[in-house]
């Protein structure tokens, strides 16, 4: 894995939505090899309940800017010190289909413990870089979205955990910005509008 990539692209902006967000992309090095950190959002949250996201939340007034909303959220949500963390740059803004547009942050962290705050995350995750680019571990598939028109949905599946929807996208371009994992040209399969999440 090479940061640099990250360090020098330059990342598009989304500034049609209605709500601003931001969120890290934690970055931990192990003997093992380099890691991503993940939560896994509380089950009685309204918006995406269960699913697996980064740490991160919606800007309040008192954030000066994207980047403090980034870690005041990940300090309150798994206990990360601002003092703990390097950014290492940004990734493109998305939309998502709550209606925000999401800013992320690459980040390293220290390789320690971690503790969730039970009101918003239910477990973190810390899954292998080479679990995310292993091609057996993903798969894709291709549906017309009612806000956004023609969409292709990732998912990664590494030890027993789903990431997909809009983490998975920020994923797919930490991974082709770090790695040399490619995303396939074509989706698994095409999907109705109305079809099952398979997760």
């Known amino acids: 894995m090479d940061l640099s990539g990250v360090a020098d692209h330059e990342a598009s902006a989304v500034t049609d939505e209605e709500r601003e967000a931001a969120v890290l992309a934690p970055v931990i090095e192990r003997s093992t090899g ?3 950190l993940f939560t896994k959002r509380a089950d009685h ?79 973190i995750a810390v899954l292998p870089i080479a679990g995310l680019t292993d091609r057996s571990n993903y798969d894709s598939e291709r549906r017309d979205h009612p806000h956004y028109g023609d969409i292709r949905l990732h998912f990664f599946r590494v030890d027993g955990y789903t990431v997909w929807g809009a983490t998975a996208r920020i994923v797919v371009q930490f991974l082709r910005l770090a790695t040399d994992w490619e995303m396939p040209p074509e989706p698994d399969r095409v999907v109705d509008p109305d079809a099952d999440f398979p997760v």
């Open 34 to 36: 380099p890691h991503l």
């Open 45 to 123: 949250l309204g918006e995406h309940a269960g699913q697996m996201s980064f740490p991160g939340g919606g800007r309040e007034p008192s954030d000066v800017d994207s980047e403090a909303t980034a870690l005041r959220e990940a300090e309150e949500e798994i206990g990360l010190n601002p003092a703990e963390t390097e950014i290492v740059g940004r990734l493109d803004d998305i939309h998502t289909v709550t209606r925000y547009a999401v800013r992320p942050f690459v980040t390293r962290v220290p390789d320690r413990t971690y503790t969730p705050d039970e009101r918003e995350v239910a477990e």
